[in-house]
Structures are given as C-alpha cells and as structure tokens.
C-alpha cells in the first residue's frame, strides 16, 4: 500500500518513520503546502487548516483515499464529499484510548444527570506550537457531555480549559463536581507515536470505503464489543 503524506511536521513525520519500518507499506511522497503530490492509494493531510479544503479536492480528482488529522477547519465543507467515489476519514484524534474517553463523556454525562449539583467541564493541554483552542478532542468530549446530560444544551455550555505551554503531545480529562464528590478521568499520551499508529490504522482501514468517515466509526469496531463484554453495552 502507497502512502502520501502532507505535512513534515510532528505527526507527519512520525508516521513516516512508521511506514519505512513497515515491509507492507510504501512511502509514496511527503509534500509540503507548495510541493506537488504523486500518486498514493491512501494519503494522510496533517498539516495546516487552510490547506484541507485543497486537500479534499486533490483526493477527489485523483481518487485518492484520504484521511484528515488537521484540525480547526470548517467541517462543514464535508457536505459536498458524502456521496464522493473515494473514502474520506476524519480524525481529531488518532488514539484509540481518546475514543474510549469519548465513550465514557457520554457515560459521565449520563451519570451527571442523575443529580441536580453535578457540574461537568473538560481541562486539556497542549505543546505551546498547536494553533486551535480548545482542540477538536476537547470539543469531542464536551459534545458527548452535553450529549448525556440535558441540563447542558450542547458542548459550548460545557466549561472547557485550554492551556497551550511546553511539549505536551496531549493531555485530556474530564471532570464531574458535585457537592459530595468528585469523580475525574484522563488520558495523556506520553509520545506522538500513538498517533502515528493511529494514523495508519485509519489510512488501512479507510481502503474500499465510500464517503466521509469519522474516525470513531473505526474505534466502534474495537471498543464496543469490549464495553459490551463488560455489561456496560455501547453509551
């Protein structure tokens, strides 16, 4: 399998270390906003928000797969590409241990709901470099909040911090405070090769699909038999 990559930067780079380790892939090209693109059967956009919307209309005129890491673009441009002839996956995240959080937002959400005190909110850091705030993932995790608890009427009501200092590839956690107690869950990930891993995982998977994906469709297929076997079902 041929893999393009746009963007040179931290993400990009590590998945390009990963592709030469790996003897079934073949790194087709890394190109930069002003460098020209080769043929790939699947590409990976991890570089600038204004770069995307060219980004979409390269893959379709070239029928290339393509799988978009950047964020802080307008996802409404996605609405012209649901019945594309290539697949198209989304993913503010590339870890599948951010997706479980997900899942359980929508959880602790649910579990907020039950009594009146309950505040929720989201806290995440990032190295002092990433350019959105709050990043897609803590909009994520706000989203499913909302989604369990209706005193919230959507993941804006949901307070949420940004801090952007350091080198931290990325820390989430969310937060419910209640006047009797607290309960708190977090993920941080200690190095970008989560990502990078990640990343691959969603340029195989998105091979022979049609349309925009997301990439938590991906995770559903690996999480939720696990929370099904735990009794708890999918949230």
Not at 46 to 58: D, K
């Amino acid at each position: 399998m041929r893999i393009g990559i746009f963007g040179s930067g931290r993400l990009g780079s590590a998945v390009a270390s990963l592709v030469g380790e790996d003897p079934d892939l073949e790194l087709a090209f890394v190109a930069g906003k002003d460098q020209a693109a080769g043929a790939a059967d699947a590409a990976l956009e991890a570089s600038v928000a204004a770069a995307v919307p060219g980004r979409l209309e390269w893959a379709r005129r070239t029928g290339t797969d393509l799988v978009i890491g950047t964020t802080g673009w307008d996802e409404a441009i996605l609405d012209g590409y649901c019945d594309a002839d290539i697949g198209i996956l989304v993913a503010p995240n590339f870890s599948l241990a951010a997706a479980f959080m997900r899942r359980a937002a929508l959880a602790l959400g649910r579990f907020a709901a039950l009594d009146g005190s309950a505040d929720l909110s989201v806290l995440e850091r990032h190295h002092r470099a990433k350019r959105d705030a709050p990043s897609g993932t803590a909009k994520l995790l706000a989203a499913a909040l909302a989604e369990g608890c209706p005193r919230y009427p959507g993941a804006a009501a949901i307070p949420t911090l940004a801090l952007r200092c350091g080198a931290e590839p990325g820390y989430h956690e969310i937060r419910l405070e209640a006047d009797a107690e607290s309960l708190v869950l977090a993920h941080a990930a200690r190095s970008r090769e989560t990502f990078a891993r990640g990343a691959l995982r969603a340029l195989r998977w998105i091979r022979g699909r049609k349309g925009v994906r997301r990439f938590d469709e991906l995770a559903a297929e690996l999480l939720d038999p696990i929370l099904a076997g735990a009794g708890g079902g999918r949230p």
